[in-house]
Every structure is written in structure tokens, then in C-alpha cells.
């Protein structure tokens, strides 16, 4: 079954197209502090581990774990000595309260090639942790909801190798299912395999199925991949895993069900088509000189059919209705003829004819630029550019480099287990991916794209039952962040509060810049041709210096505390 385009459309009601930019405020945000019991444990990559994928697997490695089971401000990190350590934050006295929870265990000693410890929560009674040496470990952790010192011991429930000899591994993401009153932990792990030409990127899905009070390895699936991956989760209905990277990836192995390699037939491509969300281009290649009286082109609301010379080159049923009346088409002397195409509601299609064509084939991601960003000029020039002042065409020199579209052709996609097919695809090309932060406890973690200058939060849920839809959905808008963030080239972490009331950029080791998007009507300019002043829609720019508190190795963001661990510091700074 083909693919189908998602269309990503903003709310327009979660946009503000008032909001000119940031304004520096100076006021000192409240630090507090607790000095670690003992470092947090890190690894860098060596000598084998030297390809970009591994590069950002150790660098964009969150070290800061947060209980989204809990409610309470109870953080968790991984200490040097291979112990999991909960902290408490009290927001009332401003107090911290941290404890040992859970040993792991060590079965190898570690060395070249291996990756952070991680620590996941698939429920309020469970943990996973990787050692980094590619075992898994399945613990039981009783109630979590308390304060560091008033927590259980946890209990190990399972150890194995998840991958086998010498396969190691961080996890992605992890999720509890019961199906037939059996208890099945769904977990995602990502590792790095080197093939002839270049590094490959695998995900492998492991099921862990809990019978009679016994845990079991169940299945084993794995995707393959070129390249790095953005941003991985597994479906909340666990029927099918969401990928976004530069490169398509495709089902490997599955020990449930064998996957069927489908071989299409060799077509012959006899015309192209591209689309926006407007418009349509069919582009046919003719021999050179031909006779511009043979060509045949009629298009209808719901029709077109195209020939030459009483060869049919397009015809039939369109998938949607088009304004047939603004249809025109330009003739080269090369042979080459472009259609273009008005649609009548602005939305992307999936395919051209009701169907398909085998005889047509569509070019994604065309590498132009969607439109102008009006608004540049209110957030970055020094120029006055008045609101009503009319936009000039697109001239590709006034764009900065962070403007300019991807040259990697990235896409979301939504790929179904029982397939083993892609059945969805989001391109990201034009939207940039920025971050991801996981908004609410059952659902995957939502996805922020640049639009224009803001930054959009999209949130995907499961396919809708009986459909063939996916709902993404846009939760909220970042000011003017799409832009702003692309200026801070040595950013490590960057995230957002759940409610979307401010933004983060975190450097490694020198500044934070936190961007509070509450508008201040307060504030006034003066326009330098008019001379008058005038109220404008501004948020508020922190800068907190962190030099002193070391390399910055995890960060969480809540509504009114931005947490911070580095190597020996645990902070907590009041917004």
C-alpha cells in the first residue's frame, strides 16, 4: 500500500504575528544548588567511535533523568560508581534531598566502544537500564511518588545481553502493553554498526513478555538506516515506530513475522510532477523543435488529461478539485513543457490521480524556498522595515545561512510492524527539526519545527482505529525561537517548558539563554523615521552564566524551575 503525506498545518490561532522579538532583561534568575555526592558518569567517544553518528549519540547524551510518573520534583542521574541516584527538590524551602536507589549490576568491565549508562521509566512501578556493555536490566522500583530518602530499594527482576556478544547499545525509548492479561515491556535501543562504505544507524525493537511472574525475551525487530536519526519513539499503541533522519530506513529482521521484499516492476517514467501547497507542476520532456499544435492539454475540476501527437502522456481522475481556469503551461525550446496547476484548497496530495500512475513519478522537497521570511528584519536587522511595507521578490543573497532550506531531504515517517512498510511520511526539509520534549506521560515525546522564525510543537499520536490517519497535532508556538536559536552555534541541550511560557538554549560549558515569550506591552520604540513611539510586543531574553558550575550534562525544563546537572553540580534555577 503506498505511502500518504502528512501535511503539517499550524494553528493559526497559536501564532502571533505581532510578537517583534526579545528584549534583554538583566534581573538575576534565583540559583540553588546541591553539590553531588559523587560525579556523574560519562564517557566520550574513542578511537573506534569516530563517526559523526557517535559523535552526537555521546554529545546530546541527557545524563538528567526525570520520573514522568511522578509529579514531584524527582530527578534521577547515574553516578561513577555505577549507582542510580534520585534527587528531591523541595520548591517550599528550596532544599534538596538525594539517596542512593539501585546498584548496577557489572558484568564486563568497561572499555573501547561502549556507551552511557542509560535509565528509562515505562511505568510507575518499572525501570530499564543499559549498562553501556550491552546488557539490559528490568527493575522493580515500588512506589516512586516519595522523597529521595524515603524510597524502596530497587530490585533487578531480569539481566541478559539484548543484542548478543559484543553489541552495544543506549535505549530510545521504552513502553508497557498488556495484551491477553500477559504484561509485555516494549523497548527501543539504537546502536551503531559500520558497514563496507559507511556507519549505519539500527534500531532495535525488543519485546520483554512477563509470564507467571517471569521475565522473557519475546521478539526482536531491527530497522536499518544511513546516517544519524533526529528523533525515534515507539507508537503508544505499539503497532509501529516513528523515525525521523536524512535517510530513509527500512525493516531488517523480524523474528515474529518474515518481511517480504516487494519488487516493483520496472516502469517507465514518461512525466514528472511536483506540488506546494498550492499548486501543481506536471513537467513532460519532448524531443527539441517539436510542433506546438500537436500538444493537447485539457483540465477540468476534477480531470486532465495531456498528449501529443496522439500519444497520452496524463489522464485521468485528479484526487482533488483544482481551479481549472488559472491552468498554464510554458514551452521550452528544449522540449521541455511545465503545466502548472491551481489547487482549490490549499492542502498536499498523496498521489496526482485517483490510484496512482506508474507512469508518472513525483520529485519531493524541490530545493526551493517556500517564501520570504517577512519578519526577518523585526528580529535581526538593523534596518527599519515598516508592518504594511510590501515584501520584493525572493533574492537568495539577502538569506542568511540559517535560512537557507536543508540539503538533506529529512523526513518523518510512520512505519507499521505487520508491513513493514512506511505509512506515513512528514517531510522536513523546509521544517527544520529543532527539538524534541516530551509533553505528556503516555504519549511520545512531541517534535518542535522551525516555521518561519517560530518554532512549532507537533505532537503525534497513534493512527486513528479503522483509518488511515495519523493525527499530528500542533500544541503550541515558540516566538520568534526558529530563529533565534540557529544564531547559537555551540548550543548543546535546547528545550522548552511544557506549557511553552519560555525556550532554552544551553551551551556546554558558558551560557544559558532562556526566552521568556510572555509579551511585555510596556516596552515602546522609537522609529527612527517617524520619531515616534510606539508600543511593541516583546519577550524577555536571560543570559546565566555557568562557567563556574562545570560542563553541563543534562537538563530538564518544568513550568517554574529550569534543572541542570553538570559533573559534580545539581542545579535548579527559579524562571
Not at 560525579?39 to 567517544?45: A, H, N, Q
Not at 515507539?234 to 530513509?248: G, H, I, K, M, Q
Request: proline fraction near 3%; charge should be negative.
Amino acid at each position: 500500500m503506498p505511502f500518504s503525506l502528512v501535511d503539517l498545518r499550524p494553528d493559526r490561532r497559536l501564532l502571533d504575528h505581532e510578537f517583534e522579538g526579545y528584549k534583554l532583561n538583566l534581573q538575576t534568575l534565583p540559583h540553588f544548588c546541591l553539590d553531588l555526592p559523587s560525579p556523574v558518569d560519562k564517557l566520550y567517544p574513542d578511537e573506534v567511535q569516530y563517526s559523526f553518528v557517535h559523535a552526537k549519540l555521546f554529545a546530546l547524551h541527557n545524563h538528567l533523568i526525570l520520573d514522568f510518573w511522578d509529579h514531584q520534583y524527582n530527578y534521577y542521574y547515574i553516578d561513577n560508581r555505577q549507582q542510580v541516584r534520585n534527587v528531591t527538590f523541595d520548591n517550599i524551602n528550596n532544599t534538596f534531598q538525594s539517596a542512593v536507589v539501585y546498584d548496577v549490576p557489572a558484568h564486563v568491565e568497561r572499555k573501547s566502544g561502549h556507551f552511557n549508562l542509560c535509565l528509562t521509566f515505562p511505568s510507575s512501578n518499572l525501570a530499564v537500564v543499559s549498562d553501556g556493555t550491552g546488557y539490559i536490566h528490568i527493575i522493580e522500583t515500588g512506589t516512586r511518588n516519595r522523597p529521595a530518602t524515603d524510597k524502596q530499594a530497587w530490585q533487578t527482576l531480569f539481566s541478559n545481553l539484548a543484542l548478543g556478544e559484543d553489541k552495544y547499545f543506549t535505549i530510545v525509548d521504552t513502553r508497557m502493553e498488556e495484551n491477553d492479561n500477559v504484561e509485555l515491556l516494549h523497548c527501543l535501543l539504537q546502536s551503531v554498526e559500520q558497514s563496507e562504505k559507511y556507519f549505519e544507524s539500527v534500531l532495535s525493537w525488543i519485546t520483554f513478555e512477563n509470564y507467571d511472574k517471569t521475565w522473557k525475551q519475546s521478539s526482536l525487530r531491527q530497522v536499518r538506516g544511513k546516517g544519524i536519526i533526529h528523533y525515534a519513539a515507539l507508537e503508544t499503541s505499539c503497532r509501529a515506530l516513528y523515525v525521523a533522519s536524512d535517510n530513509l530506513f527500512k525493516f531488517t529482521l523480524d523474528s515474529e513475522k518474515d518481511i517480504i521484499e516487494h519488487k516493483e516492476e520496472p516502469r517507465q517514467i514518461i512525466y514528472t510532477w511536483l506540488q506546494t501547497s498550492d499548486d501543481i507542476t506536471i513537467t513532460l520532456k519532448l524531443q527539441s523543435n517539436f510542433d506546438k499544435k500537436l500538444l493537447f492539454v485539457k483540465v477540468t475540476p476534477l480531470s486532465v488529461k495531456i498528449s501529443y501527437a496522439g500519444k497520452v502522456f496524463v489522464e485521468g481522475q485528479l484526487c482533488h478539485n483544482v481551479d481549472n481556469d488559472l491552468t498554464t503551461w510554458n514551452v521550452e525550446e528544449n522540449g521541455q513543457v511545465d503545466i502548472l496547476i491551481t489547487k482549490s484548497e490549499s492542502q498536499l496530495w498523496n498521489e496526482l490521480l485517483v490510484g496512482g500512475d506508474k507512469n508518472g513519478e513525483q520529485i519531493l522537497d524541490a530545493s526551493l524556498v517556500e517564501e520570504v521570511h517577512k519578519r526577518l528584519a523585526h528580529l535581526c536587522s538593523e534596518t527599519e522595515v515598516k508592518a504594511d511595507q510590501s515584501v520584493s521578490g525572493l533574492n537568495t543573497q539577502e538569506l542568511e545561512e540559517c535560512d537557507a532550506a536543508s540539503e538533506e531531504d529529512t523526513v518523518l515517517v510512520r512505519m507499521d510492524i505487520t508491513s513493514h512498510e512506511i505509512t506515513h511520511k512528514i517531510p522536513l526539509s523546509v521544517h527544520q527539526y529543532l527539538f524534541n520534549t516530551k509533553l505528556e506521560t503516555h504519549e511520545v515525546p512531541a517534535i518542535a519545527l522551525r516555521h518561519d522564525v517560530d518554532a512549532c510543537i507537533w505532537q503525534p499520536f497513534a493512527e486513528l482505529v479503522n483509518s488511515h490517519t495519523w493525527p499530528v497535532k500542533h500544541h503550541g508556538t515558540l516566538m520568534a525561537f526558529g530563529y533565534v536559536q540557529s544564531s547559537k552555534q555551540n548550543r548543546k541541550f535546547v528545550t522548552c517548558s511544557p506549557s511553552f511560557s519560555y525556550s532554552v538554549v544551553c551551551e556546554a560549558t558558558r551560557h544559558i539563554f532562556i526566552y521568556k515569550s510572555s509579551s511585555d506591552r510596556d516596552c515602546q520604540l522609537r522609529k527612527r523615521t517617524e520619531g515616534v513611539m510606539k508600543n511593541i510586543k516583546v519577550g524577555q531574553q536571560h543570559v546565566v552564566n555557568i562557567d563556574k558550575y562545570g560542563e553541563v550534562l543534562g537538563i530538564h525544563a518544568t513550568n517554574d524551575y529550569l534543572f541542570i546537572l553538570t559533573d559534580s553540580k545539581f542545579v535548579a534555577i527559579g524562571i
